[in-house]
């Protein structure tokens, strides 16, 4: 990995530029790239961003850039300023986040590079954030590899979307894309659902049956919650791997395997092999490459695209939501990733309203989650803070926090700040 450039990513103190782009309404000026001070956004030829728009009044708005987001305050103007379809007085737009001024959509974006040529989605996945662009980077190239893949991240971050990606974007797409739960299988029933089985060979075996192996023919298995794979199965799997056949339950006859390995799981699995509960030499054959997904709390500037995106999936746009439902929305942290967001719309789409101490409350519930919570902020905010002190010199990082280099290297990727290629 290259250490120069990697302030470039993170920020050394210094602002982070910003493109202002007005993306709908009467007149597309061109975009404006700042990194620093504030801006005014009206109808006279004074502004410093003019819109040439009849429901835009002359001085409308100003626009203070903060590094990560914009300060948008209405200056008294007649149709007002509005974000995520709430009018407010004044709002700090996250970038990726949009604000409606009269009729005239500007988008703040990152400006680092060519922020016009930035993606907001990628197979199922979307963001504009730093963490999903450098995740976006990181698919692409393993998704035409035949690696096995790890995905790592907390519960509700994605994984599963990360996984349709993978097979999405690979030579094998058209071929089966089969999820197989370990944590969701009766534990006596997971090595004939993996398997497969033989007619008769257990009670209840009434015909031959093809297992996920099997079904997933050329394509990919994704192995979802594979840290809850049963202990003594772990050296089946791990022999499949390596000899890339397998046998049903109760058969002698070796079938081989065709299918692509994927998996994931929010659990630790460094720390499940050090306690003896999960086997080093698997963790490794499936680690070949590892995905982190940043959790949302990382990423709040996709919130506002996230919103817009869980809505159409329900058939339902922006303006199916009040303007206090989505203000709200805008404001929560939610620990419980995007699934939380998704399950907080649909309750608001059916009740009307949406209550941010409805949806906290089951994400919050265990200590383990509490904790990783914890840990996360700290891990991220320690290594941003040795990264600028240290100019981007991973070497020197490395050695004022006291970790291998490659210990560091797992950290960086983990919370979305290496060095893009």
């Not at 959509?105 to 680092?112: G, I, N, S, Y």
């Not at 998996?263 to 499936?286: I, S, Y």
């Not at 506002?304 to 009040?322: D, F, H, I, K």
Request: hydrophobic residues 40%.
């Amino acid at each position: 990995m290259k250490t120069e450039g990697i302030t470039d990513l993170i920020g050394d103190g210094a602002p982070r530029p910003v493109r202002i782009e007005v993306v709908a309404g009467p007149a597309r000026p061109p975009p404006l790239v700042r990194d620093t001070g504030t801006l005014t956004a009206g109808s006279h030829r004074t502004c410093d961003l003019v819109l040439d728009d009849g429901s835009v009044s002359r001085q409308h708005a100003r626009l203070e850039l903060l590094g990560d987001g914009v300060r948008v305050v209405d200056l008294g103007s007649t149709n007002g300023v509005k974000y995520l379809g709430a009018r407010l007085r004044e709002a700090v737009v996250p970038l990726g986040g949009e604000v409606h001024l009269g009729r005239s959509v500007l988008r703040f974006t990152a400006a680092d590079g060519d922020a016009s040529g930035q993606r907001t989605h990628l197979g199922q996945l979307h963001g504009v954030s730093p963490a999903m662009q450098a995740l976006f980077d990181r698919i692409e190239p393993l998704a035409r590899a035949p690696t096995n893949v790890l995905i790592l991240g907390e519960t509700g971050t994605g994984k599963g979307a990360v996984a349709q990606t993978l097979h999405q974007l690979a030579p094998q797409s058209r071929r089966p894309f089969v999820v197989f739960d370990c944590g969701a299988v009766n534990p006596n029933l997971i090595e004939s659902a993996l398997f497969g089985h033989a007619k008769g060979a257990f009670t209840g075996a009434d015909d031959a049956r093809a297992g996920a192996f099997e079904q997933a023919l050329e394509g990919t298995l994704f192995l979802d919650e594979i840290g809850e794979l049963p202990l003594d199965l772990q050296p089946k799997l791990l022999r499949a791997l390596d000899s890339r056949d397998f046998c049903r339950v109760g058969e002698g006859l070796r079938r081989k395997l065709t299918c692509r390995f994927v998996a994931a799981t929010h659990r630790d699995l460094e720390a499940l092999v050090k306690a003896g509960r999960f086997r080093a030499d698997l963790f490794f054959r499936l680690s070949q490459a590892v995905l982190h997904v940043p959790p949302l709390r990382h990423r709040r500037e996709d919130v506002p695209l996230l919103v817009r995106e869980l809505l159409e999936r329900r058939g339902a746009s922006l303006s199916s939501l009040s303007a206090h439902t989505l203000a709200a929305l805008a404001a929560e942290r939610w620990p419980g990733n995007v699934r939380e967001l998704d399950n907080a719309l649909a309750r608001a789409l059916t009740l009307g309203d949406f209550r941010p101490n409805q949806t906290a409350t089951p994400e919050r519930a265990t200590f383990t989650e509490a904790r990783d919570a914890v840990v996360d902020a700290f891990e991220r905010e320690y290594l941003e803070a040795l990264i600028r002190q240290h100019d981007g010199n991973l070497s020197a990082v490395a050695r004022a926090a006291n970790l291998a280099r490659s210990q560091l290297y797992r950290l960086l990727e983990k919370h979305g700040l290496q060095q893009k290629p």
